[in-house]
């Protein structure tokens, strides 16, 4: 028998957290339901997680910090909720490394959706060409089989939103890429993409694999038009 996926959901909304553990289970996967980050963390001490629900506005340490720390020590998806869908917290979730968000209150099934979605992204790469291949740019070698970024053989840690972002510049080197061939390019990875977080993923990016990166060699901006993905960098 296939194992269960397993969820980690973080609200302290003991309600919310009784109704995604029943109908999460419903639809297949293994759930455990905390009510703060202290609970968390001595879970994933413990125990390992396929996908983190992390809620934004929790006692304690809030979802934000959760989440850059989650995000620091390795790859697990994260899916935020807040109470609050302004834009700039969308914004600020996805910069710092949650793979997406969802504004409550929300349908169930949404979520459900937007969870697959993550999980099909982070999956996918590995389908689509043979074990060991990669793409190499600079002293960076993205493996699709693996779903791995290096640089000279030293693991580099990039989400999966900035894998599939990355795979496509990848794929289409040297072309301005307006935001709208971005997402339309990325389409079947995300649910509900939106312009703005191009733009956040590009500098999530940046920070990771330019030398400078307020003067990016790699990604370029070519302003109103979109970004250029320069594999040589400042490689004449």
Do not use: C
């Not at 053989?153 to 795979?167: D, I, K, M, Q």
């Not at 389409?187 to 191009?198: H, V």
């Not at 030398?211 to 901006?221: A, N």
Request: cysteine-free.
């Amino acid at each position: 028998m296939e194992a269960k996926l397993r969820l980690l959901v973080v609200d302290d909304d003991p309600g919310l957290r009784e109704l995604l553990t029943r109908y999460l289970t419903e639809q297949g996967f293994e759930v455990v339901a905390v009510p703060d980050g202290q609970a968390m963390e001595k879970y994933l001490a413990a125990q390992s997680a396929d996908l983190v629900i992390l809620d934004l506005m929790l006692p304690g340490e809030d979802g934000l910090a959760l989440a850059r720390r989650l995000r620091a020590r390795g790859e697990i998806p994260i899916v935020m909720l807040s109470a609050r869908g302004e834009e700039l917290d969308r914004i600020v979730g996805l910069e710092v490394g949650a793979d997406d968000y969802l504004a409550k209150p929300f349908n169930p099934r949404e979520l459900l959706a937007r969870i697959r979605a993550v999980l099909r992204r982070r999956a996918a790469p590995a389908t689509v060409e043979t074990a060991g291949a990669a793409q190499r740019f600079g002293p960076y070698a993205l493996d699709i089989a693996s779903h791995r970024l290096t640089r000279e053989g030293t693991e580099v840690p990039v989400t999966s939103a900035e894998f599939t972002l990355l795979r496509v510049f990848l794929e289409h080197p040297n072309r301005v890429l307006s935001r709208d061939t971005l997402l339309s390019l990325i389409k079947g990875y995300e649910r509900d993409p939106f312009d703005r977080s191009i733009d956040v993923r590009v500098a999530r990016l940046r920070r990771k694999i330019e030398p400078d990166p307020e003067s990016p060699t790699y990604i370029r901006t070519v302003w109103g038009a979109g970004y250029l993905f320069a594999p040589r960098g400042a490689t004449p």
